[in-house]
């Protein structure tokens, strides 16, 4: 129920401020034709509702599960850093795996800490193909096996892996002569790096989709490779983003 009240509140907002709407599709391209992503800051008509207070709730209890009763690691949250990731689908572009991988976080092997933590918050149906945050599974605890601190954004990781496989060579190559293909070449390639995936020094990695149903709530490292995905289906993708910092 809070995940449906907080999902009007948004598109409220946004179309008077955006002038777009869930419903209509004729708003929800670019001029270049691509899918238009709005991403900002929480209006007031959300955070001031008692149904933030209930996923804020929610949240603070899944957080201290994770943290605070199990791990002894105190979390904080700060307002300003949460903001509402809205993709808007382009559903006559065939669906694509990603380019543009990228970490938010140093990966250090000798400081296995995390900084923060990313929570998404569903208010809405988020399906496969659907715009969802896509991740690269398991590249945290394969960077890790470096055995040195590897810099915010991955960049050196990236060439390290492309030179060890093709297949990451090819997912992370942006010009990629795939990534014009038609659809059958890219459903091909989605199922090489989604179903079949492929082992780094013994650690099984694929690419996966952030999913979820209105009022699921999903914690996820921000060290692990990740990119923003297309939105081929017939309904915008509508998530609050969290940030929970930690400290030990």
């Known amino acids: 129920a809070a995940a ?9 907002d946004y179309g008077r401020r955006h002038g ?15 899918g238009v992503r709005l991403y900002g800051a929480l209006p007031e008509s959300m955070t001031s509702s008692e149904e933030y207070v209930d996923v804020l709730r929610c949240l603070g209890e899944v957080a201290d599960d994770m943290f605070g009763r ?22 006559g572009k ?3 795996v990603p380019s543009g991988w990228h970490t ?28 969802a945050t896509a991740l690269l599974a398991n590249s945290t605890p394969r960077m890790r096996l470096e055995g040195e601190a590897l810099v915010r954004n991955g960049k050196w990781m990236r060439r390290e892996l492309a030179a060890e496989n093709t297949w990451f060579a090819e997912l992370f190559d942006e010009e990629a ?19 079949d995936g492929v082992a780094s020094k013994g650690v099984p990695m694929r690419v996966v989709e952030l999913t979820g149903s209105p009022g699921d709530i999903v914690i996820w490292d921000p060290r692990t490779f990740h990119s923003a995905s297309g939105n081929s289906r017939d309904r915008p993708r509508s998530v609050i983003r969290f940030r929970l910092d930690l400290e030990y």
């Open 4 to 12: 449906s009240v907080l999902l009007d509140l948004l598109w409220q």
């Open 94 to 96: 065939p669906w694509s």
């Open 20 to 34: 777009v709407s869930r419903e209509d599709p004729s708003g929800w391209l670019t001029k270049r034709g691509d």
């Open 70 to 91: 199990g791990g002894g690691i105190r979390w904080t949250m700060r307002p300003s850093r949460n903001i509402l990731f809205v993709n808007c689908p382009n559903a």
């Open 177 to 195: 002569t795939w990534r014009n293909a038609g659809p059958e070449v890219l459903d091909a390639q989605a199922r090489k790096f989604m179903d």
């Open 104 to 131: 938010d976080l140093v990966v250090d092997a000798m400081n296995p800490a995390m900084k923060f933590v990313y929570a998404f918050a569903f208010l809405d149906e988020v399906a496969p193909r659907g715009g």
